[in-house]
């Protein structure tokens, strides 16, 4: 369970912004609300189960959801791909001296009841810094326990809690004359779990086995780990079939259609290259139809090519959320909205409130441009996080929660829509001139 999630100076931002996971002490028009949408982790914690992200265009929602991704990818990645940090380290972009500062990924979560909290600072070729921090979960009421550290890093220099952490001494050097056993480039958490562990190999398993970033759009990541959960899992493929009849009972089946290596690279088939797992292919939906003589048939459509952009989302989107849903962890996706109804967003949302399809206390983190989904019936003020961007550029990350003066009976919609929030483009008089002229110059 993810209690908070920190960046800095990473693209649009600068200084370390922080998206908290815990509740806050308020209340709820609605006492369902409060009931379904929160969950108690021992003594300690009342966390969100759901984190709506609002905010202009260009404000800096979708880089929140880059620095997921990017953390999640180098904490996996370092190991085997030496340019990880090349490829994923992007500091802020408007001020030259950020450009030599690393950028900050930090994330406080739960893993066997233990609160940890483990971060690092990169720059494109190596680790500045590395942390980890933890403490048991409270089993009392009242009592306190300090965090203690695990191991602290600066630059090859790793000091180690023989105590807490006695798996890492294996790869610290006796002597300050030994060469270390890490590359710079690697991350130590890493390292251990590579050789199993086992903080280690718990940590990473949060990370890798119950973390799902998606863009939200087409991501051809998206389209391979739906054609793989297709072709191995046949109980996917009737859970899939079910999901998609409950939007259009239209849809009969679905199916995988092999395609030879050839019309693999083609984009309209948007399908995986073969491999020695499966081959290559792409989905087909058989939808029910009445022929001009009233006979019942079924019509085949290339999922990819010739389906409905909402359809060909919740098919991508399904083997991230079922399996969220299935066993915990967190779902955190970009553009959730894009090609889907109001109503089916609601309705995804809700999935995760629900004590009765939501049985593991899974996470889900949005971006949304939908308002309507501003609503105190489905979200408390502390589920709902905005963005803006200051004058240098940088984003500022911040929840309705901390407004003062909003009550649990206020239109949060229209209080957005009126820019009460201050998350809303404030040049539309601007873009209806630019308009105006380009009209008037035709």
């Known amino acids: 369970m993810i209690i908070e999630f920190s960046l800095g100076n990473f693209w649009s931002f600068h200084e370390i912004q922080t998206l908290h996971m815990q509740s806050a002490a308020i209340k709820s028009k609605f006492p369902k609300v409060d009931h379904e949408n929160?969950?108690?982790?021992?003594?300690?914690f009342s966390l969100l189960k759901s984190k709506a992200i609002f905010g202009a265009n260009g404000s800096g929602k979708?880089?929140?959801?880059?620095?997921?991704?990017?953390?999640?990818r180098i904490i996996?990645?370092?190991i085997k791909d030496e340019q990880i940090l090349q490829k994923e380290i992007v500091p802020f972009l408007f001020q030259k001296e950020a450009h030599h500062e690393p950028s900050f990924f930090q994330v406080a979560f739960i893993a066997e009841g233990v609160q940890y909290r483990y971060g690092f600072e990169a720059d494109k070729?190596?680790?500045?810094?590395?942390?980890l921090f933890g403490k048991p979960l409270a089993s009392d009421k009242g009592?306190?326990?300090?965090?203690r550290y695990y191991f602290k890093r600066e630059g090859d220099e790793i000091k180690i809690?023989?105590?807490?952490?006695?798996?890492?001494?294996?790869?610290?050097?006796k002597t300050n004359q030994a060469s270390p056993l890490y590359r710079e480039n690697v991350l130590f958490l890493s390292l251990v779990n590579a050789f199993n562990g086992r903080i280690a190999k718990s940590i990473h398993h949060s990370f890798l086995k119950k973390i799902n970033v998606s863009s939200g759009l087409e991501d051809p990541f998206n389209w391979i780990v739906l054609l793989n959960k297709l072709d191995q899992d046949k109980s996917f493929s009737k859970r899939l079939t079910h999901f998609l009849q409950s939007i259009d009972p239209k849809i009969s089946r679905l199916d995988i259609v092999d395609v030879p290596k050839a019309e693999a690279t083609s984009r309209i088939s948007m399908v995986q290259e073969p491999s020695e797992n499966r081959k290559a292919g792409y989905v087909v939906i058989y939808r029910s139809a009445t022929d001009s003589k009233g006979n019942l048939k079924e019509?085949?459509?290339?999922?990819?090519?010739?389906?409905a952009e909402g359809t060909k989302k919740l098919a991508t989107l399904s083997p991230f959320l079922f399996h969220t849903l299935d066993h915990g962890g967190l779902f955190v996706i970009d553009e959730f909205d894009a090609r889907l109804h109001p109503n089916l967003s609601r309705k995804i949302i809700e999935l995760f409130h629900s004590p009765n399809t939501n049985k593991r206390n899974a996470q889900l983190i949005f971006v949304s441009h939908d308002s309507n989904l501003l609503d105190a019936r489905l979200l408390r003020r502390d589920q709902i996080a905005f963005t803006k961007k200051d004058s240098t550029g940088a984003t500022e990350l911040?929840?309705?929660?901390?407004?003062?003066?909003v009550r649990n009976d206020s239109s949060f919609e229209k209080d957005y829509l009126m820019g009460k929030y201050n998350a809303i483009p404030h040049n539309l008089t601007a873009l209806e001139r630019a308009v105006e002229n380009y009209v008037g110059n035709e």
């Open 125 to 131: 070729t190596r680790i500045i810094t590395e942390w």
């Open 143 to 147: 009592s306190k326990i300090r965090e």
């Open 76 to 78: 996996r990645e370092c």
């Open 398 to 405: 911040y929840a309705l929660a901390e407004f003062k003066g």
């Open 161 to 173: 809690n023989e105590k807490e952490f006695r798996e890492g001494l294996a790869f610290v050097p």
């Open 299 to 307: 019509v085949p459509l290339t999922l990819h090519a010739q389906e």
């Open 62 to 72: 979708s880089n929140l959801i880059r620095g997921f991704r990017s953390m999640i």
């Open 38 to 44: 929160l969950f108690q982790i021992g003594e300690d």
